[in-house]
């Protein structure tokens, strides 16, 4: 609930000039007064239960990526990291080839008792011979 909170301020429209923590924070706590409280007592949240579930709730500020009304968001470095990539550049075609080679000859081999755990278990024994390359 509180990411949710989090996302929702952020996405909250920016003012023009960059506003100081304290500004921020009031802002938040008037978006929540304003906005999720009637929103919540359509809903039959009753008022007790809205301030409970709400206690303590405020703004990370250590969040890296937090951009609070008003201030520019930090420039984005970009990521080298393998899994933001093509799965080409992760996966050898060589590397692919002999894993699904090495499958195939294993399901060959063992086709009995993956049919036995497949009915034992009801997982599908191709799913345990992936888990298992």
């Not at 090495?102 to 993956?114: D, E, F, I, S, W």
């Amino acid at each position: 609930m509180r990411i949710f909170i989090l996302i929702l301020v952020l996405l909250w429209p920016s003012f023009g000039s960059a506003q100081s923590r304290a500004a921020v924070d009031a802002q938040f706590r008037g978006w929540l007064e304003q906005v999720v409280w009637p929103r919540a007592q359509q809903k039959g949240v009753a008022r007790g239960t809205f301030d409970a579930a709400f206690s303590g709730v405020a703004l990370n500020w250590d969040l890296p990526d937090l951009v609070p009304p008003g201030m520019a968001p930090p420039a984005q470095q970009v990521q080298r990291q393998s899994e933001f990539g093509a799965p080409g550049k992760y996966f050898s075609r060589g590397g692919v080839d002999g894993a699904t080679s090495v499958g195939r000859q294993m399901a060959r081999q063992h086709a009995t008792t993956l049919a036995a755990v497949e009915r034992a278990t009801g997982v599908p024994g191709r799913i345990i011979l992936a888990i298992w390359g």
